[in-house]
């Protein structure tokens, strides 16, 4: 023990300063290491939760005394990682109010003196808060909230009110609906509740935009809207084809394509009506019809007016048979249709009549109603002079793999740069290497010398420094030096 505190006041400031720096960072070192092996590893128990929702779970996890971490703003709930199984599923078997809607467990502990009236609006939270749960379903779809305005029905009173139903959508950030998928939402809601039709059911986005259009109106901005809507429609399936065939062809991006459509948006009725012949009647014939009703009248001379002839007439009541037919020519039909098509890689004219070709029957091209299809590659939009001059200047020369040609004038400046970045981060590493090694050799601790090691210091010296003498006779044995 003695010894250790006679090193310790031997050695100087700077050392013991050292040592107390190195110690406590030990220290300090052994401790995070031990709190980081022996805390509890938090994992996801469920994220992008909505503020409603994590303030039902989280106030349930305080109820069943389970330790959480919130992170993300609150959108996201940490349980420890043994405990997330158990706990999910016993939060998914609580029924909580998730998505601020409820569904028919509204009903699980319905008090038995409830009124008409609450069991009406009850009945009514819990359609919506089912219809709410299935929309949520789709993949598209973030939040969602179903109203349903049902009118009172009674008795003695007749509902003259149709039933509607508006839905409003929040979309996942990038995410959009399709036409079809908005025309689903509104046939999922017409087929759950009773006496709503599709037509009848109104869909918004988070914006307040409707997604659905009225099927018949009288404003020309909702006709012209939904006219627009079909070109567009017409248009991007169409331009889906070409894009597949094309990057299917020349890879991804290798190949623009746009389609322009023009509709026929008028709808037509033709009634035609015609004569039917009676069975019997050759085809050619004369259509007469079927006699339903025959009479005949005798007429005789009397003295009175003899100059009347006497005879008989005949009188018959035909059916005639009618047909009518009415042919009803649906508006949307293709009146023409142009298609252009860019490639980036240089094609020969012949690969451009193939190609045409393709593109030609991916969209059902036809002739006769004037439709036009254009191909072109980019080469051919370069100005001819510049792109025959290169090859005139310069001889043709073999095809040379990228590790074989010789470097241009980039590559060598880049490669210059980056030796000279290199010699001067070595000769940077080579004096600082330099500076630590004086400092530690300046700042090395000098061992003390006591009393009698001093003296026989200082008599080495002096027989280093004193010139040898010449040996005496009769001395002793030479090597003896006289002082």
Same mark, same amino acid.
């Given at each position: ?22 110690? $406590? ?38 109820? %069943?005394?389970?330790?959480?971490? +919130? ?17 999910? $599923? ?33 009945? %009514? ?5 089912? %219809? ?17 305005? %049902? ?19 929040? =979309? ?48 020309? +901005? ?15 399936? +169409? ?25 026929? $948006? ?9 004569? +039917?012949? /009676? ?38 009541? &035909? ?22 098509? $860019? ?16 593109? =030609? ?14 191909? &072109? ?45 290199? /010699? /001067? ?15 530690a050799r300046r700042h090395a601790p000098v061992a003390r010398l006591d009393a009698a090691q001093r003296a026989r210091l200082l008599e080495d010296v002096r027989q280093w420094i004193t010139p040898a003498a010449e040996p005496v006779a009769g001395a002793s044995a030479p090597g003896v030096v006289r002082k």
């Amino acid at each position: 023990m003695t010894s250790i505190v006679e090193t310790w006041e031997q050695l100087p400031a700077r050392a013991r300063i050292g040592m107390l720096a190195g110690a $406590l960072l030990i220290i300090a070192l052994v401790t995070a290491v031990g709190i980081w092996a022996y805390r509890a590893d938090y994992q996801v128990l469920f994220s992008d939760v909505a503020p409603a929702d994590a303030a039902a779970m989280t106030s349930e996890l305080d109820r %069943l005394k389970t330790p959480y971490q +919130l992170t993300d703003g609150g959108n996201t709930i940490l349980v420890p990682k043994d405990l997330v199984y158990k706990t999910r $599923l016993k939060l998914m078997g609580k029924e909580l109010p998730l998505h601020g809607a409820v569904g028919f467990e509204v009903f699980n502990n319905a008090d038995f003196g409830m009124t008409e009236f609450v069991q009406k609006v009850n009945y %009514l939270r819990a359609i919506q808060g089912e %219809l709410t749960r299935t929309i949520l379903s789709i993949e598209e779809i973030q939040a969602a909230r179903v109203h349903l305005a %049902l009118p009172e029905q009674s008795l003695f009173k007749t509902a003259v009110a149709k039933p509607k139903a508006s839905v409003t959508l929040t =979309t996942k950030p990038g995410k959009v609906l399709a036409s079809q998928q908005i025309a689903g939402i509104q046939r999922l809601v017409a087929a759950s509740v009773a006496d709503i039709v599709s037509s009848d059911v109104t869909v918004l986005d988070q914006h307040g935009v409707a997604l659905t259009r009225v099927a018949q109106s009288d404003g020309g +901005l909702d006709l012209g809207l939904s006219q627009l809507d079909s070109k567009r429609g017409t248009e991007d399936y +169409l331009v889906k084809k070409v894009t597949e065939v094309l990057d299917r062809t020349f890879g991804a991006g290798q190949a623009v394509a746009s389609v322009d459509v023009l509709l026929n $948006l008028d709808q037509s009725k033709v009634t035609t009506e015609e004569v +039917l012949p /009676a069975k019997g009647i050759a085809p050619d014939g004369i259509a007469t019809g079927v006699v339903v009703h025959e009479r005949q009248v005798n007429t005789d001379s009397t003295a009175s007016a003899p100059a009347k002839p006497s005879g008989s007439t005949v009188e018959s009541d &035909y059916q005639v048979g009618r047909r009518v037919e009415q042919t009803v020519t649906a508006a949307g039909t293709v009146k023409r249709m142009t298609i252009a098509v $860019l490639v980036k890689q240089p094609l020969s004219d012949a690969q451009l009549d193939k190609l045409k070709e393709v593109v =030609t029957l991916a969209v059902g091209f036809n002739s006769q109603r004037g439709d036009a299809v254009v191909v &072109y590659a980019m080469d051919q939009f370069a100005n001819p002079a510049a792109a025959k001059a290169p090859a005139a200047a310069s001889p043709e020369l073999p095809d040379l793999p990228s590790a074989m040609a010789p470097p241009g004038p980039v590559t060598a400046r880049m490669s210059s740069t980056v030796i000279t970045m290199l /010699a /001067a981060l070595a000769g940077l590493g080579v004096v600082l290497l330099l500076y630590l090694f004086l400092r530690a050799r300046r700042h090395a601790p000098v061992a003390r010398l006591d009393a009698a090691q001093r003296a026989r210091l200082l008599e080495d010296v002096r027989q280093w420094i004193t010139p040898a003498a010449e040996p005496v006779a009769g001395a002793s044995a030479p090597g003896v030096v006289r002082k």
